[in-house]
């Protein structure tokens, strides 16, 4: 995906990303791993944790597939620049899509969704000295939220957008780590409800939100262009910069004061398939009904897939750089990872329907 400061040209800058020979996650039934989107990620004490996550191993969904939600673990040794898988175990849950981030060798899991629909599930997942997996129940969210965004800056967490069956939420909740019995805390609301979007934070005082999309009921979703900054400690929220068209549901991460951003869909065959399915809902003809969803299955058979666009943002001056694009196909709803300078962009989804068993590898100089 294109995405470029509108009006400006990219600023060189010494800042680059060398693609490596990607990983993958192991083989199922002697065959390759069909990948799985929205897995919860993290690394713990040099492991790379990839669990959870959905796919659809009985066919796509327009022929009649239903999705499944796993409850896998794969662990992965990083050793230098390569991941060695170590082994899988099991979460104690079916979980996808759901928001995660690591502090003080936890992983934090918040919120996603099962077969259910969205959940209010919050989780912290650790390495115990025996090297066993610890799952830690923590206070529930306000709301059953999907497609969210988790960060840490001090001693808290926050919690950002996300969306259920029924609305999709303008709202940052606040955790305080070491005060479990206090739950989580309205903290502040955003400009727009928003989900999907990709989620940062500088260690210090700001979030960076960017892009993401609002679902409409019978109509096309909103998605968005900007890049927020939200200031912890003012409470001030403003639009820093703007991506050339909108995007929705990519990665990123933060490096050396810029935001690095990868993929994404910009939604121009997401809202075909929206408008066709708003088409089927609001016919009362069986006959043109059969006819639309027809055509709406065509739409998704021939999605072209999410581009390979890699940017960054400087935040000392707010100019744009484009770097080396994915080496493969394009990778959303699924969350960026930094162990030092390694890039990991676990598994994801690549086009409607189907996901890639890959875990990209990049080195950022």
Known sequence: MTILLTGCEPKNTSLAVQWLPSANLPMQEEKAHLGLAGPVTGILQDKLLIAGGANFPDGMPWEGGKKNYHNSIYLYDIVGKELQFKEEIALDREIAYAANVVMDDKLYRAGGEDSTGAIKNFQAYSI??????????????????TNAGLVHLSDKLYFVGGENAELVSNKIYCYQIDQDNKGWQEFLTLPYPISNAVVLADGKEKIYIVGGRKKNVNAKSDIYDQVLEVNIGSKEIKAISRLAKPMAAGTGVLYKNHLLLFSGDDARTFHQVEQAIANINLNSDPSKKDSLITAKNNILVNHPGFERQALALNLSDLTWKTLAALPS????????LLHQDLLIIPSGEIKAGVRTDQILLGQLK
């Open 329 to 336: 196909a394009g990778t959303v709803t699924t969350t960026a």
């Open 128 to 145: 115990s000295e025996n090297k066993e997996l610890k799952t830690e129940e923590l206070s529930e969210l306000p709301l059953a939220l």
